[in-house]
């Protein structure tokens, strides 16, 4: 099998959590830091040959997340923020696009999900009303539906949260969300 960081992460996040998830956004980097607390070659194959190898392995890596925690927080949060401001200017840029489309594709969305929603049950009660005795067989298929619903309406609520936070930030208004608050804050009483 060849192996990359992520295939590594996962190994790696069993016993250290924050060191597996740092692998993922910040892959060559921590890559490299656990080459070294293992004595090997700086690759994600020779890694993996390395934590299957040695029985203390993951007790090496576990130590070397304690001992690098903050940088690896540190890390792991740049990641992410990196990765949301992209998300961000794209955000931007379609909100600012010229194309009535791509300006308008969450509430077009939204009106969607609502209409679908609404179609679907009224036809869902109509069949329940209309042939009773097909009632668990209707629930059986509903149910089935679930997981259709539950990503349109993530997507959905990630698109109102968007929304929410674009017009907040078109106003002038503070735009940062709840996560954001809290990691300044905890910034501020670290370094203060």
């Not at 993922?24 to 040959?49: M, R, W």
């Not at 949301?84 to 200017?89: M, R």
């Not at 069949?127 to 990503?151: K, Q």
Request: charged fraction near 25%; charge should be negative.
């Amino acid at each position: 099998m060849s192996w990359s960081w992520d295939d590594v992460k996962g190994v790696v996040a069993k016993a250290a959590p924050l060191l597996g998830s740092a692998l993922g956004p910040a892959g060559g980097a921590v890559g490299t830091l656990i080459a070294s607390a293992l004595g090997t070659d700086d690759n994600p194959e020779a890694v993996a040959t390395a934590i299957q190898a040695d029985p203390d392995a993951l007790v090496k890596l576990k130590a070397l997340e304690r001992e690098h925690e903050r940088e690896l927080k540190r890390m792991v949060i740049e990641a992410e923020t990196a990765r949301l401001a992209e998300i961000n200017q794209t955000m931007r840029a379609e909100a600012s696009a010229q194309d009535g489309y791509v300006r308008r594709w969450r509430p077009t969305f939204g009106y969607m999900v609502a209409i679908t929603w609404l179609v679907q049950s009224v036809a869902i009660a109509w069949a329940m009303v209309g042939a009773p005795e097909n009632a668990a067989d209707l629930i059986n298929a509903v149910t089935a539906l679930t997981p259709m619903w539950g990503i349109a309406l993530s997507i959905l609520g990630i698109n109102i949260t968007a929304r929410s936070r674009d017009k907040r930030a078109s106003a002038g208004q503070d735009s940062r969300g709840l996560l954001d608050k809290l990691t300044d804050s905890l910034e501020a009483k670290r370094h203060g």
